[in-house]
């Protein structure tokens, strides 16, 4: 009995000698910046500015404080964007590159972009970041690749995110994904899966927010319900950690792509930088975020994942 007594208090001893460590893990203040999109509740309605006194915010399921939120709607912020095309797509996308050169004609002079192809775990960029369209649109063309020679579309991902092509931190940083989403290394669905994990965490320390479209790969091998439905389970993991959005319809190819352009052109015209203070344990950390807004005829769609940076100096550097 006596000895039972002694392993108790030993125990107590134990985990209060632990406390004030785990107390200072987070004891310091650190600052994160994000960028959310606001769109109307209803199919057709609108939505005003959102004041930041409307939001809500957790990182790593603590309060925090929103320091600012802008909209970026303005000539004045500029956006970068990548079209990252699977190497191993089907050919019939051919059939939708005019909707894709009409998207890229469309975007407003504050964007550049470029289009890249996933080949062998990388993304392999056609050329620079540009605001001409004519020039982005050289690199549009038919994968030459062959089935999975994309290796995995997270590796690509993870490739482009450590390899931006661009040193402008003050652009938005934006993907679109055309490919199937099946990881040739686990075909299964496995919400664990390492390299969609890593693509997340290089994904959001670089500052990207990530779409998907779904587009068959070449092959038969990842054509069915089984690859189908991981592809597009991995894909929405990506793109709602970061903030974006994922596109297709039912199992196979979308009939059209033009509805998902024009939904991604939207969703780019109603954007707003956030950034916010949060309890950091003094070093860069990818961290959960939980965004509420509450306004009635709107609804945010915010990263689940995000870098928090810290301490904050005296300055707020």
């Known amino acids: 009995m006596k000895r039972l007594g002694l392993s108790v208090a030993l125990a107590a001893i134990a985990i209060f000698a632990a406390f004030p460590a785990f107390a200072q893990k987070y004891n310091q203040t650190g600052q994160g910046r994000a960028v959310v999109t606001i769109l109307p509740s209803a199919k057709n309605g609108t939505v005003g500015k959102v004041p930041a006194q409307n939001l809500k915010l957790k990182v790593n399921g603590k309060d925090s404080a929103v320091t600012n939120f802008t909209p970026l709607e303005d000539a004045n912020s ?3 964007l990548v079209l990252l095309i699977d190497g191993g797509a089907r050919t019939s996308l051919g059939s939708e590159f005019s909707e894709l050169q009409s998207f890229v004609k469309e975007m407003p002079p504050n964007t550049k972009m470029t289009i890249g192809y996933m080949d062998t775990g990388s ?3 056609s050329g620079p970041l540009s605001s001409n369209a004519a020039d982005v649109l050289k690199g549009l063309h038919l994968s030459t690749g ?15 995110a450590k390899n ?12 679109l994904m055309i490919t199937d989403g099946v990881d040739n ?5 496995d919400p664990e899966d390492p390299y969609v994990a890593t693509a997340i965490n290089d994904s959001v320390r670089a500052g990207l927010v990530v779409y998907s479209i779904y587009w068959r790969d070449m092959g038969r091998f990842n054509s069915g319900w089984y690859e189908t ?10 793109t709602q950690a970061t903030g974006g959005n994922s596109y297709w319809e039912g199992l196979g190819n979308p009939v059209s792509l033009q509805p998902f352009l024009q939904d991604l052109r939207r969703r780019l015209n109603h954007q707003y930088e956030l950034t916010f203070t949060a309890p950091s344990n003094g070093k860069p950390e990818v961290e959960s975020m939980k965004v509420d807004l509450k306004v009635p005829s709107a609804k945010v769609d915010a990263p ?7 301490p904050v100096t005296a300055r707020g550097e």
């Open 78 to 80: 500029p956006v970068e």
């Open 229 to 238: 439905n991981a592809g597009q389970n991995l894909l929405s993991m990506v």
């Open 123 to 125: 993304a392999k960029l």
């Open 146 to 160: 062959f089935p999975g020679s994309n290796a995995s579309p997270y590796f690509c991902l993870s490739d482009l």
């Open 185 to 189: 290394y686990e075909r299964r669905y």
């Open 304 to 310: 689940q994942k995000v870098l928090v940076t810290g």
């Open 164 to 175: 931006w092509p661009s040193h402008d931190r003050t652009a938005r940083r934006e993907v």
